[in-house]
């Protein structure tokens, strides 16, 4: 009898035992299942933070990637599509060349360089021309709104600066009492001599225009740009020009601008 009661009492400890070791196994599956579940929340979390970031700077990371590719801002591409003159048998409606020059452009007091561009002195606008992400060679009438100014071959375009001149932009030769700019323009005519009837751009004519007290003047001596003050500072100015050898009628926009810089200091001392 009493080993009967010794084989109960030890397969009863043997049983719980067992249930205490089947115990502990769950609760260490139940515990990893708990940690492998908390490290995936972890895991989800960081990782659609991290993705939210991604997305958030995509945009910057794309625009920045394109400046660098391409060396100019987007907001040079607002303008017109620009469609060239049809039926044209001889010339062209551009500044100097029809080849574009390599420029630059200021929009918004940003500068951008090596740009291809030229002025159309028939329309009066300048074009802008590059390549899309395709390859296309496409070419855009630059809004004016933006540009401060033009940068080609040496020479200096502005917005138009006065209401009376035609067209959107005019070469730059001096800002101050008096300002001076230049007025570049071309003719589309009718070729009488084709039986095609096309037609042909005439030879780029240039006139200098003068902004005195928002008045506008187009003078081609110096003797009418000196009819704009009194007889003592038209003395002086005759006087500055004879001195330095200045020819009025000349293109020389530098000798120009130099004796309008002498115009400035007479105007303000006197």
Partial sequence: MSSFFFFLFSFFVSFTDFFFLISQLIIVVVFKSFALINKFLIFFGLSFV?????AQQQPS?????????YGFDLTIFQGKAYQPEANIESGFPFWMQEPFYTGSLVVNGVRHDSLWLKID?????AILGFYDLNGALNQLIIDTSKVDSIFVNGTVFIPSPHPKL????VEFVHRGTVSCYVYWEKQKQVNTNSNSKGYFFSKQKSRRCFVYQ??????????KLCNLFDKQKSDLIKQYAKKNGIKFRRNNNAQLSQ?????????LYQ
């Fill in 214 to 223: 928002g008045e506008l003047y187009f003078y081609s001596s110096l003797s």
């Fill in 166 to 169: 035609k067209g959107d932009f």
């Fill in 61 to 69: 990371d794309l625009r920045e990637q394109y400046d660098n590719n």
């Fill in 121 to 125: 002195i028939y329309k009066h606008n």
């Fill in 259 to 267: 004796l309008l810089d002498f115009v400035d200091q007479i105007n």
């Fill in 50 to 54: 991290s993705l939210s970031i991604w």
